[in-house]
């Protein structure tokens, strides 16, 4: 929000946790949106055994006796994530290596989006959304309230032998996820902010994955909905992306606001 506010752009927190940026449009009768969640896979506390172990959903163990984690308020229900101290990026070459680049890379997309469109032709809803890894919670909420005429979610693409994917500088624009199929008619205007801005686009069609926008569609809140996604590899674990893809997605994205119409 600071970083907004240095950039003069409104901004603020709704009900469900979303961090909202509105850059204004020539015109106000047409709004469009771009998310990058703002929360990370995590864990569960799932009980506690009599030595302070920690049964969680996906990791186990803790250094703490049972007196220390009560006063820490860890209980059966307590969310957990990995330590800041194990989070820092790391830059490999020309690349970037993390936990939980899905989705704090997406994020710093958005925040160079807000530095580089001025004066867009339409309305234009930068947002960190909330709780997206529990179903795109904070989307929902945000889509339901503001009308919108399309819904850009930014991702992390998974590199797996299944999809015809390529690490690398190109993003990937995604056709279909598990919660139906994205809006052909605004995919092939992002694939032509991507010619204009002379960046290639790779095609995906995704299972076991939703993004925002194709949940938000789903749930008939928004009638046009894109996925453009960095592909990354070890998804969900220490996540690696080319950083030429990251920045391919702002200038795509940052093309498309400036001609949107
Ligand atoms: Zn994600």
Avoid at 234 to 244: Q, R
Wanted: with cysteine.
């Amino acid at each position: 929000m600071e970083q907004f506010t240095a950039l003069k752009i409104d901004n603020w927190q709704d009900r469900a946790g979303n961090v909202i940026a509105k850059i204004p449009g020539k015109s106000s009768e047409r709004a469009m949106a771009i998310t990058a969640h703002k929360d990370e896979i995590g864990m569960l506390v799932k009980s506690i055994d009599s030595n302070g172990c920690l049964h969680v959903r996906r990791l186990g163990g803790s250094k703490c006796s049972l007196e220390e984690l009560e006063i820490c308020g860890v209980r059966p229900g307590t969310k957990v994530v990995i330590g800041n101290h194990r989070i820092q990026p790391f830059r490999l070459n020309d690349y970037i290596a993390s936990y939980t680049l899905d989705n704090k890379a997406s994020v710093a997309i958005l925040l160079e989006l807000a530095a580089k469109i001025i004066a867009p032709p339409v309305d234009i809803y930068l947002v960190a959304s909330a709780k997206e890894e529990v179903g795109a919670i904070g989307a929902l909420y945000f889509t339901q309230n503001q009308k919108l005429d399309a819904l850009i979610a930014l991702e992390i693409c998974p590199l797996a032998d299944e999809y015809p994917i390529e690490s690398g500088e190109a993003p990937v624009l995604l056709s279909q996820d598990n919660y139906g199929v994205y809006d052909e008619f605004l995919n092939a205007e992002i694939r032509q902010a991507a010619k204009k801005a002379d960046i290639p686009l790779q095609l995906a069609v995704i299972d076991g994955f939703g993004s925002d926008a194709s949940i938000a569609m789903k749930f008939g809140h928004v009638s046009r909905g894109a996925c453009l996604s960095f592909p990354t590899q070890n998804t969900h674990g220490y996540e690696i992306a080319h950083l030429g893809a990251i920045a391919n997605c702002i200038e795509v994205l940052a093309t498309y606001c400036m001609t949107v119409h």
